[in-house]
């Protein structure tokens, strides 16, 4: 990895058409005026709350709801720019705070939602319409069992302990520093940013190996601390759960718009072909000269013998790339990215205290879209910019919907993005025979990714909670839960196993979201299946996929399926047309590449 920081040219997004930054004046007016606005709403709605003045109600809710979620998401922009920033915290406290009293609110106005009968007049108003979906939905939800003063001691101790165990893990990850190697002998300093950024395709064998090896022990020596945090969030969860008398999955499955069935048959699907899944690492092992493959390796590039694509890309060739395979899904996917560019909205440089990882936001106050990474040259590094752009072009689409209708779930979020990708991959094999290796290892990279990584990771999740039902679950215990994990899905295709993946991953210590993992292997089979879609409809495919994401936001994950695919994901033949898509790739891999005999 280069220490020149903008060695690939990639862009810098601004924040100045946004709020700035904390102290800015137009930030701190609109912190204001949320409060102003719920505290407002607020108190008319515990003196006079009816029929009469309920769309009026409905109206404030929205305009709050809008600010405040601008606000957290800028939050999260700003403070990935600087992870020692230390106003994040107190900044981040003082939304939250707001986002707990418009809760409030919101339980009752759904509430009187609720009491109307579905035959009401008033659902025709067209301001109120867009609303019946998610009123039905919050009548139904885990969350309306706890008692309401149950509910609102829960909602107080939530602002107060649990929402800053979130920030808790950053501070944690900003002090990693860790001293890793190059094939040549240099020795460098990692962060978060740029460890990630490593395990996630740098050529160098030994650069990787040294950042795993590292990364490993130094989750060892602080296993305790991130055991704690661990517990403390779950701990919480839990509590909660057992408020409302539902199980550990309940609360997730529910945010995630996906039914019990669904989740159950992916899962038996999968688990069902493992043994070819598990061909997508042992068949990259043996290409890299062993039977079985160091998890270092996992995310490890194709090696110069086999492929014909370039080792590293400017970000202007990447996004040059990006922009040509997808405009065979529309001409709108260039003209947009183009937009993002022009209007500086993507950040991708290398700046030693930005947070790891990859994400996009959106300010829905102002209909605008942000996408964030750490751009390092490589080829994932390109399907990275895809995967994101993904997000923010699903979010552009919808921008003139009621914003209630633009806040869909994880299981379909994931969908767009992981569509972008395989689109990119797709293109580079038709485009180049010569680059069809490279791309069709990235394949096989996803394919163990999302379908025996993310079952791992939900796996120990779940495991986890039950123990946690127990009392503070111990570091020994934990790495037995990972360890047995990840055999069962993995078996023996590893030589090792990524025995700390739950003290340095992020997902599992986000405040957002009740078991962050699933949703990425039901948006990649999605996306498979998608792919599918896209040969057979031809030129149909983009106004169909459109149609589709526009409905992500008023419809179950199931519903959508039903609609626009005909088909239920409720049963295993959905999920085992998906894995069909993904494992062709597979196939296509073993009929072009000759493995070594070890």
């Known amino acids: ?159 107060q302990d649990f929402y800053p165990l979130g920030t808790e893990f950053s501070k944690l990850q900003k002090r990693m520093q860790l001293t890793v190697t190059d094939s040549e002998g240099r020795n460098k300093t990692f962060n978060t940013s740029a460890t990630v950024a490593a395990l996630k395709g740098i050529p160098d ?134 937009m993002m560019l022009e209007k500086n909205w993507i950040e991708a440089r290398l700046l030693p205290c930005k947070a790891g990882g990859a994400f996009y936001s959106r300010f829905n106050e102002l209909h605008q879209t942000r996408v964030f990474s750490s751009y390092v040259g490589t080829i994932a590094s390109v399907l990275q910019q895809a995967h994101e752009l993904g997000h923010a072009w699903h979010y552009w689409i919808l921008r003139d919907l009621p914003v209630i209708e633009t806040e869909f779930p994880m299981t379909l979020t994931e969908t767009s993005s992981t569509f972008n990708e395989t689109v990119v991959k797709q293109y580079l094999i038709q485009k180049d025979p010569q680059a069809a290796v490279s791309m069709l290892w990235q394949e096989l990279k996803s394919i163990a990714n999302f379908l025996l990584n993310v079952p791992v990771r939900y796996d120990f999740e779940c495991a986890f909670l039950k123990e946690r039902l127990n009392g503070n679950v111990e570091v020994k215990t934990i790495n037995e839960l990972m360890e047995k994990a990840w055999r069962r899905w993995y078996g023996d295709s590893t030589e090792d196993i990524d025995q700390y993946l739950w003290a340095h991953k992020l997902h599992f210590y986000k405040t957002d979201q009740y078991i962050y993992n699933y949703p990425y292997a039901v948006g990649y089979l999605l996306s498979q299946g998608l792919m599918r879609e896209k040969r057979l409809r031809g030129n149909s495919f983009l106004p169909f996929y459109k149609s589709m994401l526009r409905d992500t936001g008023r419809m179950t994950f199931d519903e959508l399926v039903r609609k626009h695919l005909g088909l239920d994901p409720a049963t295993q033949q959905f999920w085992d047309g998906c894995i069909d898509e993904a494992l062709s790739h597979l196939t296509k891999f073993k009929s072009i590449v000759q493995t070594p005999t070890l």
């Open 1 to 159: 990895m280069s220490d020149n920081i903008n060695e690939f040219q990639a862009p810098a997004w601004t924040l100045e058409d946004a709020y700035g930054s904390f102290t800015d004046e137009r930030f701190l007016k609109r912190v204001d005026a949320s409060r102003d606005i719920v505290d407002s709403l607020h108190m008319t709605l515990q003196e006079d709350c009816n029929e009469k003045n309920l769309t009026a109600h409905i109206e404030e809710y929205q305009k709050a709801f809008e600010i405040i979620s601008s606000l957290e998401s800028f939050w999260r922009c700003f403070s990935s720019m600087d992870t020692s920033n230390p106003d994040s915290a107190q900044t981040l406290s003082s939304i939250q705070a707001v986002k707990v009293k418009l809760e409030n609110c919101a339980q009752i106005l759904f509430k009187e939602l609720a009491a109307l009968d579905p035959s009401n007049t008033l659902w025709e108003d067209t301001r109120l319409r867009p609303w019946k979906f998610i009123t039905e939905e919050r009548r139904n939800s885990w969350r309306e069992k706890i008692p309401p003063k149950e509910r609102a001691l829960l909602q107080q101790q939530a602002l």
């Open 205 to 338: 064998k030994t650069l990787r190996e040294t950042t795993f090896n590292a990364l490993q022990e130094y989750m060892a020596k602080h296993a305790e601390e991130k055991a704690d945090l661990l517990n403390k969030l779950h701990g919480f969860r839990l509590k909660e759960q057992q408020a409302a008398g539902v199980d550990i999955l309940t609360p997730s499955f529910e945010q995630n718009r996906i039914s019990r069935a669904a989740i159950e048959s992916m899962l038996k699907a999968i688990e069902s072909r493992v043994d070819q899944i598990r061909e997508s690492v042992s068949l990259r092992a043996e290409i890299l000269g062993s039977r079985k493959l160091a998890c270092c390796d996992l995310m490890a590039p194709a090696p110069g013998s086999l492929t014909a694509v370039a080792e590293t890309f400017s970000y202007p060739e990447g996004i040059r790339l990006v922009k040509e395979a997808l405009s065979t899904v529309g001409e709108e996917y260039p003209k947009f990215i183009d």
